[in-house]
């Protein structure tokens, strides 16, 4: 024995002196810099066809990701002339008043309740009754016709 004791921690520490992995390494100088870009040829000629078999650079062709870019649908069934879909006038507040708002009794805990303070709101009273109290006003379920003599 060499009778030098040293403890984990000093061989752990020891570390960077002691494995190859942890010394510093000459890293290689690029061709091209700031420096000398200016000076280089990078579009020269070299006598082999930019594209294609045998080009210095590969490349793909122009159209190569079409495949991603078209869908069956949209090659299959091509529209026969050019036209414009029609669309027609709503009434005021046709979205607002049939939009389905969010329970307060039913989805309590839904993903759609946006922000920190998510409280139960258990008032019943939802964002669009007064709009549909315009757009649809209250109507007497009674005909008119029918008379209370008839009975």
Same mark, same amino acid.
């Given at each position: 024995?060499? /009778?030098?004791? %040293?403890?984990?921690? $000093? #061989? +752990?520490?020891?570390?960077?002196?002691?494995?190859?992995?942890?010394?510093? %390494?000459?890293?290689?100088?690029?061709?091209?810099?700031?420096?000398?870009?200016?000076? !280089? *040829? %990078?579009?020269?000629?070299? /006598?082999?066809?930019?594209?294609?078999?045998? &080009?210095?650079?590969?490349? =793909?062709?122009?159209? +190569?990701? $079409?495949?991603?870019? #078209?869908?069956?649908?949209? %090659?299959?069934?091509?529209?026969?002339? #050019?036209?414009?879909?029609?669309?027609? &006038?709503?009434?005021?507040?046709?979205?607002? *008043? +049939?939009?389905?708002? =969010?329970? $307060?009794?039913?989805?309590? &805990?839904?993903?759609?309740? =946006?922000?920190?303070?998510?409280?139960?709101?258990?008032? /019943?009273?939802?964002?669009?009754?007064?709009?549909?109290?315009? *757009?649809?006003?209250?109507?007497?379920?009674?005909? !008119?016709?029918? =008379?209370?003599?008839?009975?």
């Amino acid at each position: 024995m060499d /009778g030098t004791w %040293i403890t984990t921690y $000093q #061989d +752990h520490l020891s570390q960077p002196y002691t494995n190859k992995g942890y010394r510093e %390494i000459e890293i290689r100088k690029s061709m091209l810099n700031e420096d000398n870009f200016e000076d !280089s *040829v %990078i579009y020269r000629e070299t /006598g082999l066809p930019k594209t294609g078999v045998g &080009a210095v650079l590969p490349r =793909h062709p122009s159209d +190569h990701f $079409q495949m991603y870019l #078209d869908t069956t649908y949209s %090659i299959d069934y091509v529209p026969p002339y #050019d036209y414009t879909p029609y669309v027609g &006038a709503q009434p005021d507040g046709y979205s607002v *008043v +049939h939009r389905k708002c =969010h329970s $307060q009794f039913t989805d309590t &805990a839904d993903y759609r309740r =946006h922000g920190i303070n998510t409280w139960q709101d258990e008032s /019943g009273i939802y964002a669009n009754v007064d709009i549909k109290q315009r *757009v649809f006003p209250v109507t007497n379920p009674i005909p !008119s016709n029918v =008379h209370e003599d008839n009975f």
